[in-house]
């Protein structure tokens, strides 16, 4: 089957660098995706990933390697405004979204 | 970036009336969309994923009949909630993909509550 699998629940320091992980099962695969979510709103795209390697865009990374089937999404020197739910979902063969559960991401001072 | 809008953002109905809401690409022609349901502190089901000129797929336990979607053009898809229940008060969202370079934007979601 399709699985897509995140922690529930992590929590960091303001200013601290935090890394999410995410392992993906899918049908074929094209690609995986991380999305911010903040409570109440739609989510937000982060990142896309299809080959293998980290990809920066600001304070956030995205990694990728394919033969583990794993993803990890880089929050650096986080701010409170981080403080969201982050979407892992994978693409797979037939373009359909397998998402993932959410990491609920807690910001402390 | 692209932007995705939904109409109406919210709308509260009464049971057994049907709703519809609509999903546009503003700067990007989109041959599939998708359509999410989320309930409160739950992450975003997939519904159905919509092709332009085709029949939307649908996954398992969405009744095709009661959540008509259409995707007549590519710049629109539809969802019509008919004979709305309480039961589907909820978040609905909905996202185009984009090619070339790919990507999936979201719209901002809709709102619906059904007394």
């Known amino acids: 089957g399709q699985n897509i699998d995140q922690p529930t629940e992590m929590t960091a320091t303001e200013g601290a660098i935090v890394q999410i992980n995410c392992t993906y099962q899918t049908s074929g695969f094209n690609g995986l995706f991380w999305y911010q979510q903040h409570a109440g709103e739609a989510p937000t795209f982060l990142s896309y990933?299809?080959l293998d390697g980290l990809e920066e865009k600001g304070r956030f990374s995205s990694f990728l390697s394919r033969s583990k089937g794993y993803s990890y999404l880089l929050l650096k020197e986080l701010q409170m405004k981080d403080s969201a739910s982050y979407l892992c979902?994978?693409?797979?063969?037939?373009?359909?979204?397998?998402w993932g559960a959410g990491t609920k991401l807690i910001i402390k001072p | 970036g692209a932007v995705v809008s939904q109409h109406p953002s919210w709308v509260i109905c009464k049971s057994g009336t049907s709703v519809k809401i609509e999903c546009r690409s503003l700067d990007f022609q989109a041959t599939t969309m998708f359509w999410y349901r989320q309930f409160p502190k739950q992450s975003l089901m997939l519904m159905a994923t919509?092709?332009?000129?085709?029949?939307?797929?649908?996954e398992q336990g969405v009744e095709k009949d009661k959540f008509l979607i259409n995707h007549a053009s590519l710049t629109l898809s539809t969802l019509t909630v008919t004979s709305a229940h309480p039961e589907d008060s909820s978040f609905y969202i909905c996202?185009?993909?984009?090619?070339?370079?790919?990507?999936?934007?979201f719209g901002p979601g809709t709102r619906l509550t059904v007394t």
């Open positions: 919509s092709n332009e000129g085709s029949k939307a797929t649908y």
């Open positions: 990933n299809v």
């Open positions: 996202s185009a993909l984009q090619r070339e370079p790919y990507e999936q934007y």
């Open positions: 979902a994978g693409l797979d063969s037939n373009y359909q979204l397998i």
